[in-house]
């Protein structure tokens, strides 16, 4: 083999070899106890606030940090969990007008699949990113599709937290996001609630603070 020739294919293997091969995705699940999902809802008196409890959250993430448009996900809101503050509204959002959980187990889950992600590019470790999440809401057994508005982390612990690790179920590699999104009563087959002779606001806020750690 002639010398340049020779030396062409060296350099051609050595600049292959540092470039880094794609990561494979990667799978995640939710950690309940550092998770919440939140709903709002205005009323002509008030605003109406519901906060999901330890254990009311589950979800499973798959996504490659190097190409997180790709992700694939799901999580799901046990409704039953969720708590307003007034014990008599939440045994309400579980009767017939609205969730009407005696008709179906499954109307008490509240789910969000993701279909896509758009976001600027990689994640980088510990840097905050803006992304565009669409996905399928169902509620009541009505799915809708939806875009939430999400600002993703990707959070990496070296050895010095080994003790957090160990303690709270943390992992080397853990994934925060926290989204936005709005949706409404009657989408979803609901009726919209009224308080007294005031009908609340047919629009729902919801809102998540999501941690997954690495499976």
Do not use: C
């Not at 293997?13 to 470039?19: I, N, Q, T």
């Not at 009541?140 to 993703?152: E, G, I, N, T």
């Amino acid at each position: 083999m002639k010398r340049p020739v020779a030396l062409f294919l060296f350099a051609l293997f050595s600049a292959a070899a540092l470039v880094p091969a794609a990561a494979d995705p990667v799978q995640f699940k939710l950690l309940p106890n550092y998770s919440r999902a939140t709903f709002k809802t205005d009323a002509p008196l008030e605003t109406i606030v519901g906060n999901s409890v330890a254990g009311g959250l589950s979800g499973t993430l798959t996504v490659d940090p190097a190409k997180p448009q790709s992700a694939v996900g799901s999580i799901r809101v046990d409704m039953s969990t969720v708590k307003t503050g007034i014990d008599k509204r939440d045994a309400d959002m579980l009767d017939p007008r609205f969730l009407d959980v005696a008709a179906s187990e499954a109307n008490k889950f509240v789910t969000f699949e993701v279909k896509s992600v758009e976001i600027a590019g990689a994640l980088e470790p510990d840097k905050a990113m803006p992304a565009r999440v669409s996905g399928i809401l169902t509620i009541k057994q009505k799915p809708v599709s939806v875009v939430a508005q999400a600002l993703v982390t990707w959070v990496k612990l070296g050895a010095e937290h080994a003790e957090a690790q160990k303690r709270f179920g943390f992992t080397p590699d853990n994934i925060k996001v926290r989204a936005k999104l709005a949706t409404t009563f009657t989408d979803h087959g609901m009726q919209v609630p009224q308080l007294l002779f005031l009908k609340v606001s047919n629009e729902i806020q919801l809102e998540t603070d999501l941690t997954f750690v690495r499976q």
